[in-house]
């Protein structure tokens, strides 16, 4: 987990970048029917905006949330470092699908015009998106990269100052 603001920044970077990038793929893979090409080529196009819209949501309202909650309700100052990366991830995870559904519902009504299918096409995503990404984040993005972060930055190598 980081230790520092600094620290958080660069993780959640990383995490968002993991997480947005499976997570478009998947969606636009369920679009499409399967994978393909094509798939990889819009999932990849449409990445970049949902990347940033991802990252100020996390930054700016998730995170606080998230954490907020799991360390009030969830788990106490002596409990397991295990615990409190699960207990925060799953609940980063919650949020971030309702407010990742609405956007990929918004996005499609871009690209259609039906603006009236958002509600629905929302409440649509929301379970396909969860069973997707609580998955993904406990047994393959959150490992990966925390192992990532901690191999680039081992512990005490990023201060909360600059030097």
């Not at 799991?70 to 799953?90: E, G, I, Y």
């Amino acid at each position: 987990m980081p230790k520092n603001q600094r620290e958080s920044l660069i993780y959640t970077v990383l995490m968002c970048f993991v997480m947005v990038l499976w997570m478009s793929m998947y969606n636009v893979a369920l679009q499409f029917g399967g994978m393909s090409p094509a798939v990889l080529q819009a999932g990849w196009l449409g990445f970049p905006v949902a990347y940033a819209f991802a990252m100020c949501c996390d930054w700016f309202l998730v995170s606080r949330l998230a954490k907020g909650f799991a360390f009030r309700f969830l788990v106490k100052p002596q409990d397991t470092p295990l615990k409190k990366v699960l207990c925060v991830s799953c609940c980063m995870v919650v949020p971030m699908v309702l407010i990742m559904s609405l956007y990929g519902a918004c996005e499609g009504a871009v690209h259609t015009g039906l603006w009236s299918a958002v509600p629905l096409n929302w409440l649509k995503n929301i379970p396909r998106n969860f069973i997707m990404a609580l998955p993904f984040q406990l047994l393959i993005a959150g490992p990966l990269v925390r192992k990532l972060f901690r191999t680039a930055f081992p512990e005490g190598t990023v201060l909360s100052e600059p030097a």
